[in-house]
Structure formats: structure tokens, C-alpha cells
């Protein structure tokens, strides 16, 4: 786990230098989204913040791990769902029996053992690939939620073994209202995306695309394949699982192993594909994208037909969409909608084109 | 003893409707390579249109038909739309494609013709009957002779015709398979058109057995283990590692399930199939994979 908490500042300064433009540093770009994010309360109502933007968050954190390792390292996996769900088992496990530690740090612990469980199911990945390394993902899908529904343990033996959040607070302050958990998910996901954005121009980075683009070339050049995807497992379960305790402790408030099924791991892969594989930027893209997306097809429908389409039918046609773009965004332009914006911004031309570099420096 | 034998049969003939399903997914990977994430959609698209066909008043041979050339249409239009622009994309690309096809054809099917449960009646009683010491449902009988006599059409297909020729030669090598001058895109449509058969097959047994809804998109889920047991590329392989899908996971949920408390027939398969990868990935009969550099 050495490559998460690998110093921060002085690569990305590093990397500015290099770059020669003090403007558009990753981790800057970051900030400022998230103080613009920090003020958004101002002006958007409680709707908006529990149904829009807390999921938003989350999901485009649960992008971000799916996307370290698939995007990154080329290792495809359904299991997101599972890990999203060790990580919030977890975490609500060490805030029910260790009361003493701060949120924080439960939340951590949660992320540390939902990596654990990663590793023990990334392990099959060095002897195989592709779709076999699907299967064996799948296999945690559904051992692990099969596991939280079957032993009341892990959910402290409540009727239907369902989970609440237990009282959220951090430094006598209580997170439990839509404004304290929206921080503390915008806080969480801002200082995870700075951290992802070093690791995957970190050395650390640079093995796992090395591993995507050719294993065998890698190990030649002397890049320790087996550890860096097992690496690459610890560091995207990580994510996974403290995505799931915000999914569940900021988001839902209340939650079952069901919530974190195959459709949640299909859902977070529609992120990646969407908003780009390869591409940190890219997962906020797409998790605004199909969050917004149904929203909007109801409004328009809504205002267009009334009430004449029920909403069984908009769902299918709302599947539809979701299903001709994906396979329109793999034939036109595979690296995401991402990619899509940088090309338009390209051709505008008023953007200066360093952020270009910038972005392409990560693409495949 | 015979409540032993009755598991493991049953287990067994429910493995062959797993290998129905699975028998889809090896002749689309045999031929072009692609996982289709898309062959559970495909089995609800051609069940949905049987039962509501039938639902109309049509004949069970009209109905079949009809149902046919829907099944048909999707391959040439899935061959055109999808597949043509994405030759020579990652393997990873195709199957996530045709994870977005399966959308498209699960909300496309329910959209046109509801999403609600049908029940779909094949003339076949589903009640057990008695062989010898043991009970034995008619409809998974029914199910293994059509597996039988659809591996027995399909293995003629490949050895006897020109196009079951091209198509080996396509699965053994495509470069030279081109060279030769065998049409790779027709060949995909008339792959992806039989396997649409397959799943009509597979759609009415499973309907017949569950009723035709959403859920029958699920029985990917169940196949995936299969494949990975029998080997991807094996359409025998894809009936060996049903029965041994099916048996075991049957046995574990009666032996199993009460030292762990539950159902545990949700991953078994999945368990087993994993066992399988550690020791021989390339599954029972599947070909080995050479990777070249």
C-alpha cells in the first residue's frame, strides 16, 4: 500500500515544471473543482445535494478505482459491486465496535480490508486473463454478497440484515444532515482523486500501463508483473470500498448486500466506459452522465408525452440509450466521452493545448 | 442411495440446459472470437417473441417461424452495426459491446412486448415421472433431447458442409482462413444466426420451465462457469461442463447448504469453475491459446 500514501506535492510539482505551466496541475484542477463544488450548496436545494451530487461523488470514486485497474492496468473486473461491498461492511463494523476511532480512520480500515479482500480475489490474475479473469471476478460478486446476506454478523444480526449508518461525526461535528455528509463525501472523493492522479503518474502508474499495453514486454523490461497487479487489485478495491461505505453511509443511509449486486458493478463499468478508460477526469464524466442522464430522459418525457409513457417503458427506452451509446462511444471513440470533449475543444481551438497534453499523457 | 442418484441426475439433465445455453456463447467465441455477453438477451428476445406471437393466436409452427426470422434479422443487423466497425478491436472492446448490446435488445424486446411474466406452455407436463428407483422431470428430459439432437445438427453442420469447413477454418486460423478468400462478415452472420437458433431452443426450454421474463437474461450468468469447465471452444465441452456444472451444483445444495447455513448454489458454480481455471484454464476440451508476442 506504499503507492497510497506516496507523497503528493512534490510529483505533481515535479511534473509542473516539466510541463512549464503552473496553471493546469492535476491536483490544482482538483482543488478548484472542489471549491467549486464546497459552494454549490449556496445555491442548489437538498434535492439536489442527496439525489444528484453525493452519488455523483461516490460514483465517480468507484469509477476511479474500477478504472486504476481496468483502464490503467487492463485487468477487467465484474466484482466491483463485492469490494464496494467488503469496504462498507467494514467500515460499518469498525464504527459499531470500536467506537473510539474517528470516522476517517474507520473509513480507511474499511478501505484496507476491502483491498485485502481484492488481492485474495485479484490472485487468480496471475495465472490468467481476459474472460477467465471475468469469471473469477464474477465469483466474488456473488460469493461475497451470497456471504453479508448469509451471516448476521456482518450486519450485527438486524432484521433482514440491513445496515444503517451509525451516527456520522468527525471532530465533535455531526455529518449526519445532507449538507455534513455532501462534505464529507466532496472531501473524501477530491483528496482520493488527487492521490489517484499521482499514482498513475507515479512510477507505480507507468508499470500498470506498461502491464495493460504488453505483460510480457513489461516483465522484460523488468517490471515486477505479479506484484504491480496485485498492487493494482489493493489500490482499486481501496477505492471500491470506501466508495461503498459513502454509497452507503452518505448516500442511502440505509443498506443490504443486494445494494451492492452485479447491476452496481455493471453500472460502475458504464462509468468507465463512457466517461473513459485511462483517464481520471474521465470517471467524473461518465458518473455524470448516467446519473443525469435518466433524470433528464424523465423531464423530457415528462414535458413531451405527460404522463402518457409509464415508467416501466421508460426504463427500457432509457436501457436502450444507455446500451446504442456505449456501443456507438466503442466504435467512435473508445477512449470516452473525455476524449470526445478534448477533440471538440481541439478543433475550437481556445483552450490552450496544454491541457490536451496533459490528458493525453494518461490516454492509451 | 436412490435420493443420491435422484440429485445427481437431476443435476445432471439441469446442467444440459445450462449447456444450452452455453452452446451459444461457443459458437459465436469459436467463429469471431467475441465473449457475447448479449446471448441472455438473445434467449429472452426469441422467447418473448414466441410467447407473445402465441399469445396472439398464432400457430406453435407459425410462431417458431416467425420467431426464427426475427432471430435471423438481429444477426445480420447486430453483424452490420456492431460487429463490422469493431474487427480488429481488443477482445475486451467486443465483449463491452456486446454488454451495450444486450441493453439495447433486453429494453428493445420488453419495450415492444412487455415486461411482464408469460407463462409459456410446450405441450410438455412438467411433473416427474418414475425411471427405475429414481423421479425425473419430463421437461429436462425433453431439454436433453433437444441438446442432443442440436449438438447431433450442429456437429454435422461443422464437419459436412461447406460452411461448417469455413467456419473451422476460420476458428483455426483467420489470416490465412482470409487469404484463402472465405468471407469473414457473412460467416459471422450466419454464426450469429444460428446461435440466435440456439437460443431459441434455450428460450423456450427455459420459459417453458420459469416463465418467459427478464430473468432468463440471467442464465448467462449460469453458462459462464460452464464454458469455463468445458472449455471455450468446444461444443462437446460446452455439454461436459454442463453436466458437471449441473451435478455438482445440485449435490452441493443438498450436501453443502446446511454446513454453510444457505443457498449456496448462488456461487457454487462459480467456485468450481475457478478450481478449473487454477488447474487447466483452457477448460476440459478447450483448445489450448498461444500467445505470441
Same mark, same amino acid.
Given at each position: 500500500?506504499?503507492?497510497?500514501?506516496?507523497?503528493?506535492?512534490?510529483?505533481?510539482? &515535479?511534473?509542473?515544471?516539466?510541463?512549464?505551466?503552473?496553471?493546469?496541475?492535476?491536483?490544482?484542477?482538483?482543488?478548484?473543482?472542489?471549491?467549486?463544488?464546497?459552494? +454549490?450548496?449556496?445555491?442548489?436545494?437538498?434535492?439536489?445535494?442527496?439525489?444528484?451530487?453525493?452519488?455523483?461523488?461516490?460514483?465517480?470514486?468507484?469509477?476511479?478505482?474500477?478504472?486504476?485497474?481496468?483502464?490503467? =492496468?487492463?485487468?477487467?473486473?465484474?466484482?466491483?459491486?463485492?469490494?464496494?461491498?467488503?469496504?462498507?461492511?467494514?467500515? @460499518?463494523?469498525?464504527?459499531?465496535?470500536?467506537?473510539?476511532?474517528?470516522?476517517?480512520?474507520?473509513? !480507511?480500515?474499511?478501505?484496507?480490508?476491502?483491498?485485502?479482500?481484492?488481492?485474495?480475489?485479484?490472485?487468480?490474475?496471475?495465472?490468467?486473463?481476459?474472460?477467465? $479473469?471475468?469469471?473469477?471476478?464474477?465469483?466474488?460478486?456473488?460469493?461475497?454478497?451470497?456471504?453479508?446476506?448469509? @451471516?448476521?454478523?456482518?450486519?450485527?444480526?438486524? =432484521?433482514?440484515?440491513?445496515?444503517?449508518?451509525?451516527?456520522?461525526?468527525?471532530?465533535?461535528?455531526?455529518?449526519?444532515?445532507?449538507?455534513?455528509?455532501?462534505?464529507?463525501?466532496?472531501?473524501?472523493?477530491?483528496?482520493?482523486?488527487? !492521490?489517484?492522479?499521482?499514482?498513475?503518474?507515479?512510477?507505480?502508474?507507468?508499470?500498470?500501463?506498461?502491464?495493460?499495453?504488453?505483460?510480457?514486454?513489461?516483465?522484460?523490461?523488468?517490471?515486477?508483473?505479479?506484484?504491480?497487479?496485485?498492487?493494482?487489485?489493493?489500490?482499486?478495491?481501496?477505492?471500491?470500498?470506501?466508495?461503498?461505505?459513502?454509497?452507503?453511509?452518505?448516500?442511502?443511509?440505509?443498506?443490504?448486500?443486494?445494494?451492492?449486486?452485479?447491476?452496481?458493478?455493471?453500472?460502475?463499468?458504464?462509468?468507465?466506459? &463512457?466517461?473513459?478508460?485511462?483517464?481520471?477526469?474521465?470517471?467524473?464524466?461518465?458518473?455524470?452522465?448516467?446519473?443525469?442522464?435518466?433524470?433528464?430522459?424523465?423531464?423530457?418525457?415528462?414535458?413531451?408525452?405527460?404522463?402518457?409513457?409509464?415508467?416501466?417503458?421508460?426504463?427500457?427506452?432509457?436501457?436502450?440509450?444507455?446500451?446504442?451509446?456505449?456501443?456507438?462511444? $466503442?466504435? #467512435?471513440?473508445?477512449?470516452?466521452?473525455?476524449? +470526445?470533449?478534448?477533440?471538440?475543444?481541439? #478543433?475550437?481551438?481556445?483552450?490552450?493545448?496544454?491541457?490536451?497534453?496533459?490528458?493525453?499523457?494518461?490516454?492509451? | %442411495?436412490?435420493?443420491?442418484?435422484?440429485?445427481?441426475?437431476?443435476?445432471?439433465?439441469?446442467?444440459? %440446459?445450462?449447456?444450452?445455453?452455453?452452446?451459444?456463447?461457443?459458437?459465436?467465441?469459436?467463429?469471431?472470437?467475441?465473449?457475447?455477453?448479449?446471448?441472455?438477451?438473445?434467449?429472452?428476445?426469441?422467447?418473448?417473441?414466441?410467447?407473445?406471437?402465441?399469445?396472439?393466436?398464432?400457430?406453435?409452427?407459425?410462431?417458431?417461424?416467425?420467431?426464427?426470422?426475427?432471430?435471423?434479422?438481429?444477426?445480420?443487423?447486430?453483424?452490420?452495426?456492431?460487429?463490422?466497425?469493431?474487427?480488429?478491436?481488443?477482445?475486451?472492446?467486443?465483449?463491452?459491446?456486446?454488454?451495450?448490446?444486450?441493453?439495447?435488445?433486453?429494453?428493445?424486446?420488453?419495450?415492444?412486448?412487455?415486461?411482464?411474466?408469460?407463462?409459456?406452455?410446450?405441450?410438455?407436463?412438467?411433473?416427474?415421472?418414475?425411471?427405475?428407483?429414481?423421479?425425473?422431470?419430463?421437461?429436462?428430459?425433453?431439454?436433453?433431447?433437444?441438446?442432443?439432437?442440436?449438438?447431433?445438427?450442429?456437429?454435422?453442420?461443422?464437419?459436412?458442409?461447406?460452411?461448417?469447413?469455413?467456419?473451422?477454418?476460420?476458428?483455426?486460423?483467420?489470416?490465412?482462413?482470409?487469404?484463402?478468400?472465405?468471407?469473414?462478415?457473412?460467416?459471422?452472420?450466419?454464426?450469429?444466426?444460428?446461435?440466435?437458433?440456439?437460443?431459441?431452443?434455450?428460450?423456450?426450454?427455459?420459459?417453458?420451465?420459469?416463465?418467459?421474463?427478464?430473468?432468463?437474461?440471467?442464465?448467462?450468468?449460469?453458462?459462464?462457469?460452464?464454458?469455463?469447465?468445458?472449455?471455450?471452444?468446444?461444443?462437446?465441452?460446452?455439454?461436459?461442463?454442463?453436466?458437471?456444472? /449441473?451435478?455438482?451444483?445440485?449435490?452441493?445444495?443438498?450436501?453443502?447448504?446446511?454446513?454453510?447455513?444457505?443457498?449456496?448454489?448462488?456461487?457454487?458454480?462459480?467456485?468450481?469453475?475457478?478450481?478449473?481455471?487454477?488447474?487447466?484454464?483452457?477448460?476440459?476440451? /478447450?483448445?489450448?491459446?498461444?500467445?505470441?508476442?
Amino acid at each position: 500500500m506504499s503507492s497510497v500514501t506516496e507523497p503528493t506535492l512534490p510529483l505533481s510539482a &515535479i511534473s509542473a515544471r516539466r510541463f512549464g505551466d503552473l496553471h493546469w496541475t492535476p491536483a490544482r484542477a482538483v482543488l478548484i473543482g472542489a471549491i467549486a463544488l464546497a459552494f +454549490l450548496p449556496l445555491f442548489a436545494g437538498e434535492y439536489w445535494l442527496n439525489a444528484v451530487l453525493i452519488p455523483f461523488l461516490v460514483m465517480s470514486l468507484a469509477g476511479i478505482g474500477l478504472n486504476l485497474l481496468m483502464g490503467y =492496468t487492463g485487468l477487467a473486473s465484474l466484482g466491483t459491486g463485492a469490494f464496494m461491498a467488503v469496504g462498507t461492511y467494514a467500515t @460499518y463494523n469498525f464504527l459499531l465496535r470500536v467506537p473510539e476511532l474517528p470516522l476517517p480512520i474507520s473509513l !480507511v480500515f474499511g478501505g484496507l480490508i476491502a483491498a485485502g479482500a481484492g488481492v485474495v480475489f485479484g490472485l487468480p490474475s496471475l495465472r490468467i486473463k481476459g474472460f477467465y $479473469l471475468l469469471a473469477t471476478t464474477l465469483a466474488a460478486q456473488f460469493f461475497l454478497e451470497w456471504l453479508f446476506n448469509q @451471516y448476521g454478523w456482518f450486519s450485527n444480526y438486524s =432484521t433482514s440484515n440491513s445496515i444503517s449508518a451509525p451516527r456520522l461525526a468527525f471532530l465533535g461535528r455531526d455529518l449526519t444532515g445532507p449538507l455534513g455528509r455532501y462534505y464529507l463525501t466532496l472531501a473524501t472523493a477530491a483528496l482520493l482523486t488527487i !492521490v489517484a492522479i499521482n499514482i498513475v503518474r507515479s512510477q507505480t502508474g507507468r508499470n500498470w500501463m506498461a502491464i495493460r499495453d504488453m505483460d510480457t514486454a513489461a516483465a522484460v523490461i523488468g517490471i515486477p508483473v505479479a506484484a504491480n497487479k496485485l498492487l493494482a487489485f489493493a489500490v482499486s478495491s481501496f477505492y471500491c470500498g470506501i466508495a461503498g461505505a459513502l454509497w452507503a453511509f452518505a448516500y442511502l443511509g440505509t443498506v443490504d448486500a443486494r445494494s451492492f449486486n452485479l447491476d452496481r458493478s455493471f453500472q460502475v463499468m458504464f462509468v468507465i466506459i &463512457i466517461g473513459g478508460m485511462g483517464s481520471i477526469a474521465g470517471n467524473f464524466v461518465g458518473a455524470a452522465f448516467i446519473l443525469l442522464l435518466p433524470i433528464l430522459i424523465d423531464h423530457l418525457a415528462g414535458s413531451a408525452f405527460g404522463n402518457l409513457i409509464e415508467a416501466g417503458q421508460l426504463e427500457n427506452l432509457q436501457k436502450v440509450l444507455f446500451g446504442g451509446l456505449i456501443i456507438y462511444l $466503442l466504435i #467512435k471513440e473508445p477512449a470516452g466521452l473525455t476524449a +470526445l470533449f478534448g477533440t471538440l475543444r481541439r #478543433k475550437l481551438g481556445f483552450l490552450p493545448r496544454r491541457a490536451d497534453a496533459l490528458a493525453h499523457s494518461s490516454d492509451q | %442411495m436412490s435420493f443420491f442418484l435422484e440429485t445427481l441426475v437431476g443435476g445432471l439433465l439441469a446442467g444440459v %440446459m445450462y449447456a444450452l445455453v452455453a452452446i451459444g456463447f461457443v459458437l459465436i467465441y469459436k467463429a469471431s472470437g467475441v465473449f457475447n455477453f448479449a446471448q441472455g438477451a438473445m434467449v429472452l428476445c426469441a422467447a418473448l417473441t414466441f410467447v407473445t406471437l402465441r399469445e396472439q393466436g398464432l400457430s406453435f409452427l407459425t410462431a417458431l417461424a416467425i420467431a426464427l426470422v426475427v432471430m435471423v434479422a438481429l444477426a445480420i443487423v447486430v453483424e452490420r452495426i456492431v460487429l463490422r466497425p469493431l474487427i480488429n478491436r481488443p477482445p475486451l472492446t467486443l465483449f463491452m459491446a456486446t454488454l451495450g448490446l444486450s441493453f439495447v435488445i433486453e429494453g428493445l424486446s420488453q419495450f415492444l412486448m412487455g415486461a411482464s411474466v408469460h407463462e409459456l406452455d410446450l405441450g410438455i407436463v412438467d411433473v416427474p415421472i418414475r425411471i427405475g428407483p429414481i423421479l425425473i422431470s419430463q421437461l429436462d428430459l425433453a431439454a436433453a433431447a433437444s441438446a442432443g439432437v442440436l449438438v447431433l445438427a450442429l456437429s454435422l453442420l461443422f464437419s459436412r458442409t461447406r460452411i461448417g469447413i469455413s467456419l473451422r477454418a476460420i476458428a483455426d486460423d483467420p489470416q490465412a482462413a482470409l487469404s484463402i478468400g472465405i468471407r469473414l462478415p457473412s460467416l459471422w452472420r450466419i454464426v450469429w444466426g444460428v446461435a440466435g437458433v440456439v437460443s431459441i431452443v434455450a428460450g423456450l426450454l427455459w420459459g417453458a420451465r420459469q416463465g418467459v421474463q427478464f430473468a432468463l437474461t440471467l442464465v448467462v450468468l449460469k453458462a459462464l462457469p460452464v464454458l469455463i469447465v468445458g472449455g471455450f471452444t468446444s461444443i462437446g465441452g460446452a455439454i461436459a461442463g454442463g453436466f458437471i456444472i /449441473g451435478a455438482s451444483e445440485s449435490l452441493a445444495e443438498i450436501y453443502l447448504s446446511p454446513l454453510l447455513g444457505g443457498s449456496v448454489s448462488n456461487w457454487f458454480a462459480y467456485a468450481v469453475a475457478l478450481v478449473f481455471l487454477l488447474i487447466r484454464p483452457s477448460g476440459l476440451f /478447450g483448445e489450448k491459446a498461444v500467445e505470441r508476442v
